[in-house]
C-alpha cells in the first residue's frame, strides 16, 4: 500500500501563488507515475497535470503556463507550483499514484489517492 499526503493549501487572493506538496509513504517503489487533481463543489474530480517516472509532463490548457508539475524521487514528494492563480482555480486538490509505467491522464488508471488540500482563491 502507497500513503499520500498532501499539504500547502489555504487561502488566496487573485494572482497570487502557493506551492502544494505531496508525500508518498509505503510501498513507494511500485510507483510509476503521479499526478494532481482538482474537484470543485457540485463536479467531477478533473486532472489538473500529469508527470511520469522520467520527468514527462502534461498539463490540461486551463492551467499552463501558470502550474508547474515536479517530483523529487529521494524525498518520494510531489509539488504542483501554481502561478497567477484564479478564483475558477478553487478547489480540493488531490494527489494520486499509478503503478503504470509513462505518463497516466487517465483518472481510473491512478491506484492510489490523497484526502486532499483545500485551495481557495478570492477575487
Known amino acids: 500500500q502507497v500513503q499520500l499526503v498532501e499539504s500547502g493549501g489555504g487561502l488566496v487572493q487573485a494572482g497570487g501563488s502557493l506551492r502544494l506538496s505531496c508525500a508518498a509513504s509505503?510501498?513507494?517503489?511500485?510507483?510509476?507515475?503521479m499526478g494532481w487533481y482538482r474537484q470543485a463543489p457540485g463536479k467531477e474530480r478533473d486532472m489538473v497535470a500529469a508527470?511520469?517516472?522520467?520527468?514527462?509532463?502534461y498539463y490540461v490548457d486551463s492551467v499552463k503556463g501558470r502550474f508547474t508539475i515536479s517530483r523529487d524521487n529521494a524525498k518520494n514528494t510531489l509539488y504542483l507550483q501554481m502561478n497567477s492563480l484564479k478564483p475558477e482555480d478553487t478547489a480540493m486538490y488531490h494527489c494520486?499514484?499509478?503503478?503504470?509505467?509513462?505518463?497516466?491522464?487517465?483518472?481510473?488508471?491512478?491506484?492510489?489517492w490523497g484526502q486532499g488540500t483545500q485551495v481557495t482563491v478570492s477575487s
Open positions: 494520486a499514484a499509478s503503478r503504470s509505467s509513462g505518463l497516466i491522464v487517465s483518472r481510473r488508471l491512478y491506484d492510489y
Open positions: 509505503g510501498s513507494i517503489f511500485s510507483i510509476n507515475a
Open positions: 508527470i511520469s517516472s522520467g520527468g514527462s509532463t
